[in-house]
């Protein structure tokens, strides 16, 4: 059995598809909990344009999703991503759609420098003046 990868995937929404992303969530939920619940699923979400302001500002400004995706391959993680009900239903626009595979290294084989790398900077600066 060869080594599953975390995979990245961003998936942007096609334009003025928010009616249709909202009125299918629970279709696209329900699809995704098993894979959630068996660990294929790491996590996953909405894509916001900039921070929301309230519930339904954080609605107008949905862009997209984002899926942290445990897969052997990238085209099995394609694989996943074409079933799910968003892109069945075109809201995603899988054209302009990405996936970047995660390495898992072990941090203790790299050292607490290199693992440091993917703490954001507003992180390290406050880290720094402690």
């Known amino acids: 059995m060869s080594q599953k990868y975390e995979w990245f995937v961003r998936l942007p929404d096609r334009p003025d598809v928010l009616e249709t992303r909202l009125e299918n969530r629970p279709l696209h939920v329900s699809h995704n909990k098993p894979l959630m619940e068996n660990g ?8 916001l344009s900039s ?16 899926h942290l995706i445990k897969a052997r391959t990238e085209e099995e993680v394609w694989e996943l991503v074409r079933d799910d009900p968003y892109a069945k239903l ?9 996936a970047d595979v995660h390495w898992g290294w072990p941090i203790d084989e790299m050292g607490p420098a290199i693992a440091l790398v993917a703490v954001p900077l507003n992180v390290m600066d406050r880290l720094e003046g402690q």
């Open 40 to 47: 294929t699923i790491i996590f996953g979400g909405p894509l």
């Open 51 to 66: 921070q929301p302001t309230s519930m339904e500002d954080g609605l107008q400004k949905i862009t997209g999703s984002i």
């Open 90 to 98: 075109e809201v995603w626009d899988l054209e302009k759609a990405e």
